[in-house]
């Protein structure tokens, strides 16, 4: 069967790295006789200057007809006096496809130990966590929320608020890709204080009797928030709300100390749900290195070898892509951003990067 993705390459070095995964994408389908459909469609500042408009209709119409989306990154300060900035129009698409689950891999690469945050000896046994965060409820939605005069004092508030039925499917994503992982779920609530998180966790074993080959545990966000740095290694999935998934995915992020090796995935459901989803890489634009072909592309490719799992249902396509990009590392070749101080040989440029692992794959 045909798929068809979208690419939306964006702005500043997002049309770099989105040009990287092409030439791998076309050795995938070079190596597992298998052909996608790729159309590309304009987003954020380059929309803006084409059409006045961040999101145009037409990518809209082209993102809902696709399997899945691969985008670059938006924005620039080119654009920063737009009353419509870029990254309205990435917020509006991910609305627009109602994308609830947002999953961030954190992964120390056993090359790049070196560039964590945490001490050698406590990555040395291998991170492999992805964060699995509920992105369009709780306290961020919450209503009421607002400041007003109470007293004639000033306050602020917010509600965390949560249905069974948002817990309910943002469990079923994380459930989902545990099993094409070590099959291990932490569920992370404050459920010692929290109302919402005594529900959380209520529902969230419920939901895991449709689960039963997939291990589940819980911590208090407290003590995650600990046990990420002292011992990262414990962790596959963890599942989390807003909040604590806003906060504990970059946590998880700063132990592999890499922006430029960061995908993410963010999803309307597990694809058996008949779910579809935006992967892209955690980075932004990056306008101070765009153009000069210096970009890392890694965590765009590593963002496509997460769509071949997880939407296109092709894990041998996604693991062929991984193991290309752990391969020229393990040959010492390092974008700048990724090169160790006293870093000896040439440094990849970007384009140099995507021959590389697409001739790997
Ligand atoms: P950024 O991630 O673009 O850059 C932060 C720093 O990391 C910069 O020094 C940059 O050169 C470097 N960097 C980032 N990605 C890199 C890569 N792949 N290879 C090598 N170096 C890399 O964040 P910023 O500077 O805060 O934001 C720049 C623009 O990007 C802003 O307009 C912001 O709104 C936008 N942004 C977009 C997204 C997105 O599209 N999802 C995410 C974050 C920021």
Redesign the pocket.
Known sequence: MNKRIVLLP?????PE?IAQCLKVLRAVEGKFGLTVDTEEALI??AAIDATGDPLPETTLAACRKADAVL???????Q??ACPR???SG?LALRKQLDLFANLRPAVVFPELAELSALHPRTVEKGVDILVVRELTGGLYFGRPAGEEKRGGRRVAFNTMIYSEDEIRRIARAAFSAARSRSGRVCSVDKSNVLHVGRLWRTVVEETHRDWPDVELSHLYVDNCAMQIIINPAQFDVILTGNLFGDILSDEAAAVTGS??MLPSASLSGPAEDGGTGIY??????????AGRD???????ILSLAMMLRMTLGLPEAADAVEKAVRAVLREGRR????AAVGHKGAILG?NEAGDLTAAKV
């Open positions: 964006g702005d500043g070095i997002g790295v954020g500042g985008l670059g990154a938006v924005g620039g300060p654009w920063d900035r870029p990254e990435l922006l430029g892209e890489p955690v980075h932004g634009s990056a306008p101070d290195i210096t970009a890392n592309p890694f965590a765009a974008t700048a951003d990724i970007c």
